[in-house]
Structures are given as structure tokens and as C-alpha cells.
């Protein structure tokens, strides 16, 4: 009796020690693959390519760069793309996959940008071909992961990214261009403004607050289709404050990579509106909000109490980024 008793407790002791030894284990492997990947190092990047095209960039070049390179470390990043994972310990990973969402989401309005803006003249210019196909393909449901997978739509984005690169470098090929104009930019601009937006209210929702609704403000004779509450209590869920807050990040990151292609492609445009100094202050508030987190956790205090609110530190530096899009839009159409 009693070397069944005993047997039975060290079975228990044994079966405990594992259990806790593999969480333990995916919880130390779910840290390693949530590290956040470094913003593109695009200047280096599109002097390598250059030189293994052995061509010299054309307008248009550092743009495409940034989408080509910003996809592939999404899909290359340590752990590789996980958002549409099924299986342990990355299914049970959120961070990391909303911080892809935001970067997702950042690339289709790029890509939206490059096929009906930057790659046309006017409203009746062709479409360019490659572009037709990579827009659409950028929007497949990004937890998609069987017939057709999110990662293969995503390498069909790069690939036809790629082919319109080189399209740009070929003189004799007109199916592709590539326009700096001070009117495609200030179209960009303005979505990049609703982006940002959007994302400062909701990282500011981290502590309730009420507010008036100015849906209708600035229009005297302006309706809606419904009537609304005239104050509106908005509070994200305690469960997805680090999720909103890693969505902004990746927003953040892959805007980043893409200024800097803007700072490129349309530098002789911003120096004619003397705008080159807006766009720089833009890009100096998104490298800060991309400040690595030394906490271990998202913190999400009252704003003015004991402790920080990684939220709303986030969302002072995407406020200020956006007021500079606006200042830098006016600069576009007055400047």
C-alpha cells in the first residue's frame, strides 16, 4: 500500500514538474519570437539592390523599395508571420500578431496609393498591370491560412512590387511610372492623417473618458443618418490595451519605412513647398514612438497616477505626428 501510494504521489510530483517545466518553456519561446524587428534600413537597402541591378534609382524606386522590404521582414522576422498561426506557442501569442495587423494595414494603404496616385497621371491614365494585381492581393484576410495563405498572397505583393521596380528602371517600357507631384503626396497625406488619428483616440481610450460628439462640427447644415449621443464614454477593454498598443506600433514601423521613401522620391517637391523640415519632424516623432519597451508588460495606469500608461505615451508621439501631416498637407496645396 504503501509503494503504491508512493508511486502515485511521484507520478503526480513528475506529471506537475512537467507541466510547469513546458510553460515555462513556451512562455521563454513566446518572448524570443515577440521581439519587434528594427525599422528598414532603406537607405542601405536601395543602394544594395542598385548595385545588384547595376542600375541608378529613377523616381519611384525608393518607394517600391520600402514596400518590397517592409513586406519581406514581415514574413522573415524572427518566428516568422504568425498572425494566421494555428498551432502552440505562437497561437497564443497577440502582440506580435497586432503588430503585423498595423503593418498590414499601413502597406494596403500604400499599395492603394501607388496604384491610383503615384503610378497615374490623371483620373483616365492606364492602371500599371503589376500594381492591379499586388493591390488586390495585399488585402487578403491577414489570418488567412489555408487556399490561398496570407504569406503567399503577401510574396505575390513582393513579386509584383518587384517586376514594377524594374518596369520603372526601363525607359522603353510605359506601362510604368512613377509621378512626384505635390497633389499625389497631399492625397497620401491626408489618409495617413485618418490612420493616425484613428489610432491616437483609440490608444487614448486606455483610461475612460467622455466626449462630446463632433461628428457634425464646422457644418451648419450638416446630418447623419441617425441620431447619436451628444456625449459619448469610450473605454478600450482591459483585454485589448497591449493589442491597440502593438497595432500602433507596427502602424508606426511600416509609416516610418515609408516617409522615408517619400523623403526620396519627392525631395525636390518638398523643397519647392519648403516642406522637407515637416516631413523630417514626422519621422523624428515616429522613431520615437518606436522607443524600445523596458517593461515586461503594458502598463496602463490612470494617466496622472503612480503608474505609466504605455498607451497614452504612445499616442502623445502618433498626435503630434499627425498634427505635423497636417502643417505639412497645408505646406502641399499653399505652400
Given at each position: 500500500m504503501k509503494i503504491a501510494a508512493l508511486t502515485k504521489k511521484s507520478v503526480?510530483?513528475?506529471s506537475i514538474g512537467g507541466v510547469t517545466l513546458l510553460v515555462v518553456l513556451f512562455w521563454l519561446l513566446g518572448w524570443l519570437l515577440s521581439e519587434e524587428p528594427q525599422p528598414v534600413a532603406l537607405n542601405t537597402a536601395i543602394q544594395q539592390t542598385a548595385a545588384e541591378l547595376e542600375v541608378e534609382p529613377?523616381?519611384?524606386f525608393a518607394t517600391s523599395t520600402a514596400v518590397i522590404e517592409s513586406l519581406s521582414t514581415l514574413l522573415n522576422k524572427r518566428g516568422g508571420y504568425m498572425s494566421n498561426d494555428i498551432l502552440p506557442p505562437t497561437v497564443w501569442l497577440d502582440n506580435i500578431p497586432a503588430w503585423e495587423f498595423g503593418v498590414v494595414q499601413m502597406?494596403?494603404?500604400m499599395l492603394l496609393a501607388l496604384r491610383?496616385?503615384?503610378s497615374r497621371?490623371?483620373?483616365q491614365s492606364v492602371e500599371n498591370p503589376n500594381l492591379v494585381v499586388a493591390q488586390p492581393a495585399m488585402n487578403i484576410d491577414h489570418t488567412s491560412w489555408f487556399a490561398p495563405t496570407a504569406e503567399n498572397e503577401y510574396k505575390t505583393v513582393i513579386n509584383e512590387v518587384?517586376?514594377?521596380r524594374l518596369a520603372l528602371l526601363d525607359s522603353s517600357d510605359?506601362?510604368?511610372?512613377?509621378y512626384a507631384r505635390s497633389d499625389n503626396l497631399r492625397r497620401y497625406m491626408q489618409e495617413l492623417e485618418k490612420r493616425l488619428g484613428s489610432?491616437?483616440?483609440r490608444l487614448s481610450a486606455s483610461v475612460a473618458r467622455v466626449e462630446p460628439d463632433l461628428a457634425l462640427a464646422g457644418d451648419a447644415v450638416a446630418v447623419q443618418s441617425t441620431a447619436s449621443l451628444q456625449a459619448i464614454r469610450q473605454k478600450t477593454s482591459w483585454w485589448q490595451i497591449d493589442n491597440t498598443f502593438y497595432e500602433a506600433r507596427g502602424a508606426s514601423w511600416a509609416i516610418l519605412n515609408f516617409l522615408k521613401a517619400v523623403e526620396i522620391d519627392f525631395a525636390e517637391v518638398l523643397s519647392n513647398k519648403n516642406a522637407l523640415i515637416s516631413l523630417q519632424q514626422i519621422i523624428n516623432e515616429l522613431e520615437s514612438s518606436l522607443q524600445p519597451v523596458s517593461s515586461p508588460m503594458i502598463l496602463n495606469g490612470s494617466g496622472f497616477g503612480l503608474l505609466a500608461n504605455h498607451s497614452l505615451v504612445m499616442a502623445n508621439y502618433l498626435s503630434r505626428a499627425n498634427a505635423a501631416l497636417i502643417d505639412l498637407r497645408n505646406l502641399l496645396a499653399e505652400g
Open positions: 503526480w510530483t513528475w529613377v523616381k519611384g502597406t494596403r494603404d491610383n496616385d503615384f497621371s490623371q483620373s518587384k517586376q514594377y510605359h506601362s510604368a511610372q512613377f489610432l491616437s483616440r
